[in-house]
């Protein structure tokens, strides 16, 4: 029914940035909030930042100003901008969406298959 696809990860050196993209698709009436969360090897996976429809969103402590997330909602998109990027940082970055979906009653969240980001020198 929806899909989400993760891109943009890659290998980068300490204090470089990156960008992630998140592309939803499929039999999608809305998208209320999306997010991203990562999940480093031995880890729990975390809560990276979430966004409203409306723009509104939260970060978790840990991310100190460096992370950036954004939407376009007519591209159905998602965006993580992440800059001064540390070692610490390593991890699959997941995205998700709570949507309302084609014939259906109620919200769902979906998640997308996750795009590795690795930090090293």
């Known amino acids: 029914q929806v899909q989400l696809v993760e891109s943009g990860g890659g290998v980068v050196q300490p204090g470089g940035s990156l960008r992630l993209s998140c592309v939803a698709s499929?039999?999608?009436?809305?998208?209320?909030?999306m997010a991203w969360y990562r999940q480093a090897p031995g880890k729990e996976r975390e809560l990276v930042a979430a966004i409203t429809r409306g723009g509104s969103t939260n970060y978790a402590d840990s991310m100190n100003g460096r992370f950036t997330i954004s939407r376009d909602n007519a591209k159905k998109t998602a965006y993580l901008q992440m800059n001064s990027l540390k070692p610490e940082d390593t991890a699959v970055y997941y995205c998700?969406?709570?949507?309302?979906?084609?014939?259906?009653?109620?919200?769902?969240?979906?998640w997308g298959q996750g795009t590795q980001v690795t930090v090293s020198s």
């Open positions: 998700n969406a709570v949507v309302q979906v084609v014939g259906g009653l109620y919200e769902r969240l979906f």
């Open positions: 499929g039999s999608i009436i809305s998208i209320n909030s």
